[in-house]
Structure formats: C-alpha cells, structure tokens
C-alpha cells in the first residue's frame, strides 16, 4: 500500500495568513493525488485533483502543486471559512489512501 | 443537482452485523462508481472498496475482505455496504463517495453525509 504522510499535523494561523501544507508519498504516484477538506460533522469536500487542478467553484486562494512523491497545499489569505482539517489522497493504485490530515486552527 | 443519500444511524452489538444504503441522485445510478469511506472518530479517513453500479463488480480494502460485502439495487438506485462481526474498533462514520474521472485524474466528488455506526455491548 502506499502511505501518504502530511506535515504539520497541525497549526495555528490567523485570518490573511498564507498556509502551505506538505504531503509526501511512499513511491512516486505522479500527479494522482487529490486534497479534501473537512469541517467538524461533514463529508470532506474535494479542492484539488491531479495534484495541482482546482475542482469547481472552490476559491482562487487555494492552489495545488507538486509531482512523484512530494506535494503541497497552499491557501493564500487565509479566511475564516477555511479553518478545517486537510485531507491527501492518491488516486494512483488501490486501495486508495489518505495522508493523516492536517488541522488548520486560528 | 447531485446527492449522494445514506441511511441513519446504527447501534450493533459485537459481532453482529450492519447494512448501510447509499442513495445517488441527479445523475444515472450506473454511470460512476460509489466508494466507500470510514472515519473513526477524532481519526482520519479509510477507504474501504468500491462499487460499479452497471455491473456490480466490486473490490475492497485487504483489511476489510472476508467482513465487507458491497451491492447495489439498479431497481432503486442504491448501493449498500454491508460489514460483518462487528468490533468496537468498527465505531465509525461510514460515507459513500462518488468515483470521476477527469482528464486522467481520479477522485470522490460528492460524498454521503455519513452514517454513524457504534458497535457496544
């Protein structure tokens, strides 16, 4: 299976921040991975597919970036809407797995 | 618009056994096919297997094979996740997630809103 590792587990931030969240891989999956996010008692909501592409109707301040084994989530201005817990996933083999999450807190 | 539908809340004993439904709506049942995926409480998500609606072929997580079984009514449109001797390490919000496909990418686009499922004695 692969293993999907985020870093920070969490961190603190305030509104405007910009926020940078790193996932790694165990072997390369190319651009197969996907971000989520999740607020407390929701599904998760997709943002981010083939590693860098925007899925519909979530904001410009979230991007997307990386390939092989290293990746990472960049929220630019943070708004207060956006303090949630962050989810990568790999689309690459099954079964499909998800980093440990990151929680972004104020 | 899309929606994704699941069933309420259960309350199992060890060892028994629960079947959550999975109800699509706004597009054709058998067009994409529905995953399943677990969170623990306080703990992150695990994907467990999926189904293709169109014909029921169905695959699941090492860890679940022999206790999950996954199928599908094209009569209803609704897919259910059936899981066998329950264990209180099962106590989990369970969703089904729609599977895309988009420009090569892969991913869950809409989602259930979860069912919560507490195995105690």
């Known amino acids: 299976d692969i293993q999907m590792t985020q870093s920070p587990s969490s961190l603190s931030a305030s509104v405007g921040d910009r926020v940078t969240i790193t996932c790694r891989a165990s072997q390369s999956i190319t651009n197969n991975l996907n971000w989520y996010q999740q607020k407390p008692g929701k599904a998760p909501k997709l943002l981010i597919y083939?590693?860098?592409m925007l899925h519909g109707g979530v904001p410009f301040r979230f991007s997307g970036s990386g390939s092989g084994t290293a990746f990472t989530l960049t929220i630019t201005s943070l708004q207060p809407e956006d303090f949630a817990t962050y989810y990568c996933q790999q689309s690459y083999s099954f079964p499909r797995t998800f980093g440990q999450g990151t929680k972004v807190e104020i | 618009q899309v929606q994704l539908v699941q069933s309420g809340a259960e309350v199992k004993e060890p060892g028994a056994s629960v079947k959550v439904s999975c109800k699509p709506s706004?597009?054709?049942?058998?067009?994409?096919?529905l995953h399943w995926v677990r969170q623990a409480p306080g703990q992150g998500l695990e994907w467990m297997g999926w189904i293709d609606p169109n014909s029921g072929a169905t695959s699941s997580a090492q860890k679940f094979q022999g206790r999950v079984t996954m199928t599908r009514d094209t009569s209803i449109g609704t897919t259910y996740l059936e899981l066998t001797a329950l264990r209180s390490d099962d106590t989990a919000v369970y969703y089904c997630a729609r599977g895309v496909v988009i420009t090569d990418s892969r991913l869950f686009d809409y989602w259930g809103q979860g069912t919560l499922v507490t195995v105690s004695s």
């Open positions: 706004g597009y054709t049942f058998t067009d994409y096919w």
């Open positions: 083939g590693a860098s």
